[in-house]
T-cell receptor, first 114, second 112 residues
């Protein structure tokens, strides 16, 4: 069964360091999302790609966060420098074309900033 | 960002009881989805509703989309321990941008 792959599964880093997360969506899915989820809360949209283009990054803290999906397939989310408040689960999801289809999520990358 | 408030935030009930989770917003959504998330995993889709007033049933779960497409509810009949998890509603915006905004979440614990 096709699934969204994310790595690393866990990341512990010290504040001011750089971190990067990788996501490989389900093959053929045009739309890719990065969400941040604080424990016990709902996911917060950080950035949305349609193919290789950014559709919405209004909630992405651009002074320290960046995201790219150069070839419209896999994607990288980077944080530099990391801050204590960035500790969270970073979820990647993908969806086929259309706006009522299911979002398929990866298992997430849990970041702890010390 | 379009805010979806869920209530209650936490719910702990005995096996066999019924419960309802609410999802409310001041925004109109083109569609509304419900997901369930278990610890250490990503959310998994339960249902999608797209028409105001629509009701969908999935075994013991009943989902309703409000007439004005601003709110939704999830009702579980005879809850079981396997229903334990974080329930999330998610609204699709009407701009055509294909965004999906998640609610604040309801953590359900069903005690055997």
């Amino acid at each position: 069964e096709a699934e969204v792959a994310q790595s690393p599964r866990y990341k512990i880093t010290e504040k001011s360091q750089a971190v990067a997360f990788w996501c490989d969506p389900i093959s053929g899915h045009a739309t890719l999302y990065w969400y941040r989820q604080i424990l016990g809360q709902g996911p917060e949209l950080l950035v949305q790609f349609q193919d290789e283009s950014v559709v919405d990054d209004s909630q992405l803290p651009k002074d320290r966060f960046s995201a790219e999906r150069l070839k419209g397939v896999d994607s990288t989310l980077k944080i530099q420098p990391a801050e204590l408040g960035d500790s969270a689960m970073y979820l990647c999801a993908s969806r086929d074309r259309g706006n009522t289809g299911e979002l398929f999520f990866g298992e997430g990358s849990r970041l702890t900033v010390l | 960002t379009q805010l979806l408030e869920q209530s209650p935030q936490f719910l702990s009930i005995q096996e066999g009881e019924n419960l309802t989770v609410y999802c409310n917003s001041s925004s109109v959504f083109s569609s509304l989805q419900w997901y369930r998330q278990e610890p250490g995993e990503g959310p998994v889709l339960l249902v999608t509703v797209v028409t105001g007033g629509e009701v969908k049933k999935l075994k013991r779960l009943t989902f309703q989309f409000g007439d004005a497409r601003k709110d939704s509810s999830l009702h579980i009949t005879a809850a079981q321990p396997g229903d334990t998890g974080l329930y999330l509603c998610a609204g699709g915006d009407q701009t055509g941008a294909n965004n999906l905004f998640f609610g604040t979440g309801t953590r359900l614990t069903v005690i055997p």
